[in-house]
Protein backbone atom coordinates (compact mmCIF):
# COMPACT_ATOMS: atom_id res chain seq x y z
CA UNK A 1 0.00 0.00 0.00
CA UNK A 2 1.42 3.33 -1.05
CA UNK A 3 1.83 6.09 1.56
CA UNK A 4 0.14 9.79 0.46
CA UNK A 5 3.58 11.81 0.56
CA UNK A 6 0.80 14.79 1.43
CA UNK A 7 -0.34 13.34 4.81
CA UNK A 8 1.51 15.09 7.70
CA UNK A 9 3.13 12.45 9.53
CA UNK A 10 1.94 13.93 12.97
CA UNK A 11 -1.82 13.21 12.15
CA UNK A 12 -1.15 9.81 11.30
CA UNK A 13 -2.53 7.46 14.12
CA UNK A 14 0.69 4.78 14.75
CA UNK A 15 -0.21 1.31 14.86
CA UNK A 16 -0.69 -0.74 18.22
CA UNK A 17 3.03 -2.39 18.81
CA UNK A 18 1.02 -4.00 21.72
CA UNK A 19 -0.84 -5.28 19.13
CA UNK A 20 0.69 -6.09 16.16
CA UNK A 21 0.94 -10.03 15.83
CA UNK A 22 4.28 -9.30 13.72
CA UNK A 23 6.35 -6.99 15.63
CA UNK A 24 5.58 -9.23 19.08
CA UNK A 25 6.48 -12.53 16.89
CA UNK A 26 9.83 -10.56 15.51
CA UNK A 27 10.86 -9.69 19.34
CA UNK A 28 10.42 -12.83 20.35
CA UNK A 29 12.29 -14.43 17.57
CA UNK A 30 15.35 -11.98 18.29
CA UNK A 31 15.11 -13.19 21.73
CA UNK A 32 15.12 -17.00 20.96
CA UNK A 33 17.86 -16.53 18.25
CA UNK A 34 20.01 -14.36 20.72
CA UNK A 35 19.38 -17.18 23.29
CA UNK A 36 20.54 -20.25 20.96
CA UNK A 37 23.23 -18.02 19.71
CA UNK A 38 24.67 -18.10 23.54
CA UNK A 39 24.14 -21.82 24.23
CA UNK A 40 25.50 -23.30 20.95
CA UNK A 41 28.48 -20.42 20.64
CA UNK A 42 31.05 -23.27 21.93
CA UNK A 43 29.86 -25.32 19.00
CA UNK A 44 31.30 -22.56 16.48
CA UNK A 45 28.17 -22.64 14.81
CA UNK A 46 25.07 -20.12 15.40
CA UNK A 47 21.51 -20.99 15.44
CA UNK A 48 21.04 -20.24 11.75
CA UNK A 49 24.27 -22.43 10.72
CA UNK A 50 23.01 -25.07 12.66
CA UNK A 51 19.64 -25.24 11.20
CA UNK A 52 21.61 -25.71 7.86
CA UNK A 53 23.80 -28.73 9.43
CA UNK A 54 21.40 -30.65 11.44
CA UNK A 55 19.03 -30.56 7.87
CA UNK A 56 22.30 -31.34 6.15
CA UNK A 57 22.81 -34.69 8.56
CA UNK A 58 19.16 -35.36 8.32
CA UNK A 59 19.55 -35.53 4.21
CA UNK A 60 22.28 -38.51 4.33
CA UNK A 61 25.37 -35.31 4.56
CA UNK A 62 27.65 -37.15 7.14
CA UNK A 63 31.28 -37.35 5.74
CA UNK A 64 30.80 -40.58 3.59
CA UNK A 65 26.77 -39.87 2.66
CA UNK A 66 25.97 -38.73 -0.62
CA UNK A 67 24.79 -34.94 0.50
CA UNK A 68 20.96 -33.26 -0.17
CA UNK A 69 21.09 -31.64 -3.43
CA UNK A 70 20.98 -28.04 -2.64
CA UNK A 71 17.77 -27.52 -4.05
CA UNK A 72 15.93 -30.37 -1.63
CA UNK A 73 18.07 -28.42 1.19
CA UNK A 74 16.50 -25.66 0.31
CA UNK A 75 13.29 -26.67 0.05
CA UNK A 76 13.44 -28.57 3.67
CA UNK A 77 14.86 -25.04 4.93
CA UNK A 78 12.03 -23.24 4.00
CA UNK A 79 14.52 -20.38 1.68
CA UNK A 80 15.49 -19.70 -1.72
CA UNK A 81 18.21 -21.24 -3.24
CA UNK A 82 20.28 -17.77 -3.48
CA UNK A 83 19.80 -17.48 0.86
CA UNK A 84 21.08 -21.26 0.64
CA UNK A 85 24.07 -20.02 -0.92
CA UNK A 86 24.61 -17.43 0.64
CA UNK A 87 24.07 -19.09 4.12
CA UNK A 88 26.75 -21.79 2.69
CA UNK A 89 29.62 -20.01 1.88
CA UNK A 90 30.88 -19.32 5.59
CA UNK A 91 30.13 -22.90 5.97
CA UNK A 92 32.39 -23.95 3.19
CA UNK A 93 35.22 -21.31 4.20
CA UNK A 94 35.52 -22.88 7.37
CA UNK A 95 35.69 -26.30 6.55
CA UNK A 96 31.96 -27.20 7.86
CA UNK A 97 30.49 -28.14 4.98
CA UNK A 98 31.67 -29.23 1.25
CA UNK A 99 29.90 -28.17 -2.00
CA UNK A 100 30.54 -31.38 -4.74
CA UNK A 101 29.03 -32.13 -8.03
CA UNK A 102 26.69 -34.89 -8.21
CA UNK A 103 27.99 -37.94 -9.47
CA UNK A 104 25.32 -38.81 -12.08
CA UNK A 105 24.11 -35.06 -13.19
CA UNK A 106 26.80 -32.66 -12.72
CA UNK A 107 24.82 -30.00 -12.88
CA UNK A 108 23.26 -30.88 -9.32
CA UNK A 109 25.22 -29.61 -6.51
CA UNK A 110 25.42 -31.35 -3.00
CA UNK A 111 26.14 -30.52 0.70
CA UNK A 112 28.04 -32.70 3.39
CA UNK A 113 29.65 -32.06 6.38
CA UNK A 114 33.35 -33.12 6.26
CA UNK A 115 34.81 -34.76 9.76
CA UNK A 116 34.95 -31.59 11.38
CA UNK A 117 31.64 -30.15 10.38
CA UNK A 118 30.19 -33.40 11.76
CA UNK A 119 31.91 -33.07 14.79
CA UNK A 120 30.67 -29.55 15.34
CA UNK A 121 27.57 -30.84 14.31
CA UNK A 122 27.30 -33.08 17.16
CA UNK A 123 28.93 -30.39 19.90
CA UNK A 124 25.97 -28.36 18.61
CA UNK A 125 23.07 -31.07 19.10
CA UNK A 126 24.09 -31.50 22.64
CA UNK A 127 24.57 -27.65 23.54
CA UNK A 128 20.90 -27.55 22.19
CA UNK A 129 19.31 -30.36 23.66
CA UNK A 130 20.34 -28.58 27.07
CA UNK A 131 19.13 -25.11 25.67
CA UNK A 132 15.98 -26.71 24.51
CA UNK A 133 15.73 -28.37 27.56
CA UNK A 134 15.76 -25.21 29.50
CA UNK A 135 13.35 -23.80 27.18
CA UNK A 136 11.03 -26.16 27.78
CA UNK A 137 11.10 -25.40 31.44
CA UNK A 138 11.21 -21.98 31.37
CA UNK A 139 8.05 -21.80 29.47
CA UNK A 140 5.98 -25.01 30.96
CA UNK A 141 5.73 -27.99 28.86
CA UNK A 142 2.27 -27.53 27.36
CA UNK A 143 3.52 -23.89 26.47
CA UNK A 144 6.61 -25.12 24.55
CA UNK A 145 4.57 -27.42 22.53
CA UNK A 146 1.96 -25.24 21.89
CA UNK A 147 4.04 -22.18 20.98
CA UNK A 148 5.76 -24.35 18.38
CA UNK A 149 2.53 -25.97 17.31
CA UNK A 150 1.42 -21.99 16.56
CA UNK A 151 4.70 -21.45 15.30
CA UNK A 152 4.56 -24.35 12.81
CA UNK A 153 1.11 -23.57 11.66
CA UNK A 154 2.51 -19.62 10.78
CA UNK A 155 5.10 -21.20 9.02
CA UNK A 156 2.52 -23.69 6.98
CA UNK A 157 2.03 -23.44 3.35
CA UNK A 158 -1.64 -23.29 4.12
CA UNK A 159 -1.25 -20.31 6.32
CA UNK A 160 0.15 -18.51 3.81
CA UNK A 161 -2.18 -19.18 1.04
CA UNK A 162 -4.84 -17.57 3.56
CA UNK A 163 -3.25 -14.91 4.36
CA UNK A 164 -2.55 -13.97 -0.03
CA UNK A 165 -5.44 -15.36 -1.74
CA UNK A 166 -7.64 -12.36 -0.65
CA UNK A 167 -7.22 -9.11 -1.42
CA UNK A 168 -10.85 -7.88 -0.44
CA UNK A 169 -9.70 -7.52 3.90
CA UNK A 170 -6.20 -5.36 2.21
CA UNK A 171 -6.73 -1.68 2.82
CA UNK A 172 -6.82 0.29 -0.47
CA UNK A 173 -8.04 -2.24 -2.20
Known amino acids: MAVDPTVA ?7 DQLNCTHTALRQ ?3 QLTQIYDDAIAPSGLTSAQAMVVSRIDELGGAP ?3 GPSLQTLARRLSIQISALTHALKPLVRD ?4 IHADADDRRTKRAVLTPQGMKQTQQMYTL ?6 RMDAAL ?5 QELRAL ?3 VASPEFLAAMTSSNE ?3 GS
Open 169 to 171: DRP
Open 140 to 144: GEGTA
Open 151 to 153: SRR
Open 128 to 133: WTTVNA
Open 28 to 30: ASR
Open 9 to 15: ADSVEPY
Open 95 to 98: GVVE
Open 64 to 66: SGK
